[in-house]
Structure formats: C-alpha cells, structure tokens
C-alpha cells in the first residue's frame, strides 16, 4: 500500500504504525484523512508521536471518522463543555469508584462491548505519562482469527457470546462501581466473530474483561473455549507494546483490536492521566449474519445515556429546615 501524504513505519509483523508527516493542530484535507484510515484498517492501531494538541481539537480529529460519542456509558462526571472526554486517571477513578486502576477495565479487553454497538474507534492522547512504565499493548483480532487452524475458524464462526461489565470478575456488592454498573445496566449478545463492514476481514469477538460466557453451551464446554479464544488473541505474535511521551496520541480500530492497559503504574513517578475519545459503531455482524442484540441496556452513541439524563433532571434537595 502505497501513501502519498503521510509516513506510515509498522511496529511489529501484525499489529501497529507510527504515522509521520502529521500534525493533528492542523485543516487536514480529506486526502490526508483517507490515508490516514487506510493505514489504521491495515494495521489496527496507528500512533502520532509530539502532537500536542487540546480537548477541542481532539474531538475534532475525532469526527473526521465519524461521530464522536459521550464520553463513557457510566460517565456522571464529564469534563465541563467536553461531554466527549473520557479521563483516563488513577487518582480520579479511585475517587469515584473506590478502586485503584485507571478505568473501567484494566484487563485485556475491546472498548465497550457491553453495548450492542461497540465503538468503531477509540483515540487516546497522553498528557502526563511517567518516564518509565505505563505502556499499553495492543493485539490484532483478525490476525487471531486467521491464527487458528480451519476446524477450529469454522466453530468459531457458529458461535454467540454474551458481553457485559466485569464479566467473569466478583467486586464488592456494595463497590461504588458495581452499584453504577447497576444502575445502568449494559448486556448484549454478540457473534464470537464478527465481519468487519470496512475490510471484510473476519475477527475474533471475545475479550477477558466483557466476555461472560458463550451460548448455547455448557458452563465448564464455554469456560474451555473462552480460555481457548483468550490464550489466541493475547498472544505476544499478535501484539504490538506502545511506549507512550507525553502529547502522543494512539487511534485503534476497535473492530478488530483488544487492548491491556499498563501493568506497573504503582510504581511510576507520576501520575498517569490520558484523554479518550470514541467513534459510534455499528452492531456487529457474525459470519453467517446474525446481528448483535441487546440483552439490557441501549446503544451508545453521542446522547447522554437515558439514566444519567434522569439524574441530571432530578431537582436538587433543598437541605431541611431546622
């Protein structure tokens, strides 16, 4: 694939490219963007390195690949006049949820899939990120995929998981967290591999941090066959392990990637703090046309989310008279 506006240089076989000739402050023509989409649906997860640039103009670069969602389903807190932003912050999440990890996931996982439409894409930008550690790695679905033998493709490709939060994990009932899963309930159905509408390719659809269970199985036969999905998607041949500076921003197609946030922030100098922006998706479509469902929960989308517009509605208390 040849390029005409940008530097693409690829950071392993499978998965990853540094983009050069860039800066993201700019008018970029349609020309740039078309390329700059080429190379993302070519190797999944694309960086920007020395971007420095602000929320505005993220969520700019942002809508130039489709709309820009809210900032999270169970995301009360937005950032004031950027709905858009998501912080991906430590010392903020502990604060809001009582545990000590930078978002809602930290295992390997895709963005989302608890709703019935996914997010297409997620960018990320770093603001301050430690010298040493946080890194994040990325793995490439359709390679995956494609890594399996044929008997193996061709089970895969009849099957249906279920997708919601913390799946396969036990918090606190009384966590913060669990009570705000709760109180906005996501769940879908998807299909175990889900055709990408852009490329066509074939990826496979299942994650350690949303993947429940699989239908139409036994529980020990869906344990088995997670374990077996999980061991193939995170393998190291697939993965590419980006080295964040600040003001570097990494855009990943979240159709056809999952991710693992750092493993050794206790010990960084700083404290971590990013911004996420995500791009509406579509609802997937397995290989023999089944569409994704939802189970609880709606889609997600630019729209504050049913929940948090009645809390945002409830009038506040006026303290008693005494």
Same mark, same amino acid.
């Given at each position: 694939?040849?390029?005409?506006?940008?530097?693409?240089?690829?950071?392993?076989?499978?998965?990853?490219?540094?983009? /050069?000739?860039?800066?993201?402050?700019? +008018?970029?023509?349609?020309?740039?963007?078309?390329?700059?989409?080429?190379?993302?649906?070519? #190797?999944?997860?694309?960086?920007?390195?020395?971007?420095?640039?602000?929320?505005?103009?993220?969520?700019?670069?942002?809508? $130039?690949? /489709?709309? *820009?969602? %809210?900032?999270?389903?169970?995301?009360?807190?937005?950032?004031?006049?950027?709905?858009?932003?998501?912080?991906?912050?430590?010392? $903020?999440?502990?604060?809001?949820? /009582?545990?000590?990890?930078? &978002?809602?996931?930290?295992?390997?996982?895709?963005?989302?899939?608890?709703?019935?439409?996914?997010?297409?894409?997620?960018?990320?930008?770093?603001?301050?990120?430690? &010298?040493?550690? /946080?890194?994040?790695? #990325?793995?490439?679905?359709?390679?995956?995929?494609?890594?399996?033998?044929?008997? @193996?493709?061709?089970?895969?490709?009849?099957?249906?998981?279920?997708?919601?939060?913390?799946?396969?994990?036990?918090?606190?009932?009384?966590?913060?967290?669990?009570?705000?899963?709760?109180?906005?309930?996501?769940?879908?159905?998807?299909?175990?591999?889900?055709?990408?509408?852009?490329?066509?390719?074939?990826?496979?659809?299942?994650?350690?941090?949303?993947?429940?269970?699989?239908?139409? *199985?036994?529980?020990?036969?869906?344990?088995?066959? !997670?374990?077996?999905?999980?061991?193939?998607?995170?393998?190291?041949? %697939?993965?590419?392990?980006?080295?964040?500076?600040?003001?570097?921003?990494?855009? #990943? +197609?979240?159709?056809?990637?999952?991710? !693992?946030?750092?493993?050794? @922030? +206790?010990?960084?100098?700083?404290? $971590?703090? !990013?911004?996420?922006?995500?791009?509406?998706?579509? *609802?997937?479509?397995?290989?023999?046309?089944?569409?994704?469902?939802?189970?609880?929960?709606?889609?997600?989308? &630019?729209?504050?989310?049913?929940?948090?517009?009645?809390?945002?509605?409830?009038?506040?208390?006026?303290?008693? !008279?005494?």
């Amino acid at each position: 694939m040849s390029y005409q506006h940008i530097e693409v240089k690829p950071t392993s076989y499978y998965t990853g490219a540094e983009i /050069g000739g860039v800066d993201l402050s700019s +008018d970029l023509s349609d020309e740039v963007i078309a390329e700059i989409r080429q190379a993302l649906l070519k #190797w999944k997860v694309i960086f920007f390195r020395n971007q420095n640039i602000d929320h505005a103009a993220q969520i700019a670069f942002t809508a $130039r690949f /489709g709309e *820009v969602t %809210y900032a999270h389903p169970h995301e009360d807190e937005p950032i004031e006049g950027f709905p858009e932003i998501l912080p991906i912050d430590r010392s $903020r999440y502990e604060r809001r949820n /009582g545990l000590r990890r930078s &978002s809602y996931e930290s295992r390997w996982h895709t963005d989302v899939t608890a709703a019935v439409n996914p997010p297409a894409g997620s960018i990320l930008r770093a603001v301050d990120v430690p &010298s040493i550690g /946080g890194d994040t790695t #990325w793995t490439n679905l359709v390679a995956a995929y494609e890594g399996l033998s044929a008997p @193996l493709r061709a089970l895969a490709d009849t099957l249906k998981a279920e997708h919601r939060f913390n799946a396969r994990l036990r918090l606190p009932s009384n966590s913060k967290l669990v009570q705000r899963i709760a109180a906005n309930p996501l769940v879908s159905v998807h299909p175990v591999v889900r055709v990408h509408p852009e490329t066509g390719e074939r990826a496979l659809f299942v994650n350690p941090g949303f993947t429940s269970h699989i239908l139409d *199985v036994s529980p020990q036969e869906s344990d088995l066959l !997670l374990e077996l999905l999980f061991n193939q998607i995170t393998k190291p041949a %697939y993965t590419t392990r980006f080295r964040w500076n600040n003001g570097d921003i990494a855009f #990943w +197609d979240n159709r056809a990637t999952a991710h !693992l946030a750092p493993q050794d @922030l +206790d010990y960084a100098e700083v404290e $971590r703090v !990013l911004y996420r922006t995500t791009i509406t998706g579509d *609802v997937p479509v397995g290989v023999d046309g089944f569409r994704s469902q939802i189970v609880e929960g709606e889609p997600f989308s &630019s729209e504050l989310p049913t929940v948090l517009k009645k809390q945002a509605q409830q009038p506040i208390a006026e303290p008693a !008279l005494t």
